[in-house]
């Protein structure tokens, strides 16, 4: 069964500095990969997705990711947070053929202004 | 336009109740789930249906019971609820078994 781990789960840091959040999972066939963030008390929304192509993919709102195969590791990053970039950041894989989303325990996110 | 909605969004109620949480998405998707966050905000699956038919059943107790009336719906029915059982539920759903999942904003059950 794949797992996936976040690690460092509560991050505290200062608008302007930057973000890496770091993900790996444990499945050695082909697999999808996606961040999600979910705002205070909101639900989970789509910030990227790496299916295949260019390992470092771009999403919205300045985050992107890199999949590195050989390290089972899909980390984000954003250059320069802000803070409405407060949230939880979720993880997720999806092994091909598996039908469901393996999410990580989540990264709570707090940038202070 | 709401892709994916929840009703209710919040729901109070006594041990050893029965409760019904509905989710329909407008998206056209094949693939519909049901995610279980607890307070920790560890996300699990619990069902997932395709084209209507039960495709993963997670170990959730029986007292757990996903209705799936048409592609666009999945209904979560809960029998005897526990105070365990309070959580938020979200209902999902995705265009193919493999692809991303859109969200609903979930269903804060509290169970007193």
């Known amino acids: 069964a794949q797992s996936v781990s976040q690690h460092n789960h509560h991050v505290i840091l200062s608008e302007a500095a930057s973000l890496e959040l770091g993900c790996n999972y444990s499945?050695?066939?082909?697999?999808?990969l996606f961040w999600y963030v979910q705002y205070p008390g909101q639900h989970l929304q789509l910030l990227l997705k790496?299916?295949?192509?260019?390992?470092l993919v771009k999403g919205i709102k300045g985050f992107e990711a890199e999949f590195i195969k050989s390290k089972f590791s899909f980390n984000l990053r954003k250059p320069s947070v802000q803070w409405s970039d407060t949230a939880e950041y979720f993880c997720?894989?999806?092994?091909?053929?598996?039908?469901?989303?393996?999410f990580g325990k989540g990264n709570q996110v707090v940038v202070i202004p | 336009d709401t892709a994916v909605s929840q009703t209710p969004k919040y729901l109070v109620t006594q041990m050893g109740n029965d409760k019904s949480i509905k989710c329909e998405q407008n998206l056209g998707h094949d693939t519909m789930y049901w995610y279980k966050q607890d307070s920790k905000k560890f996300l699990k699956i619990m069902f997932s249906y395709n084209n209507k038919e039960l495709i993963i059943n997670e170990t959730v107790p029986n007292r757990f019971s996903p209705k799936s009336p048409d592609k666009a719906h999945l209904n979560l029915h809960i029998n005897s609820l526990e105070l365990g059982d309070s959580a938020v539920y979200f209902c999902?759903?995705?265009?193919?078994?493999?692809?991303?999942?859109?969200f609903g904003q979930g269903t804060r059950l509290t169970v007193v």
């Open positions: 999902a759903s995705s265009r193919e078994r493999d692809t991303e999942a859109f």
């Open positions: 997720a894989v999806n092994a091909l053929g598996n039908n469901r989303l393996a």
């Open positions: 499945y050695g066939g082909t697999v999808n």
């Open positions: 790496y299916f295949s192509g260019d390992p």
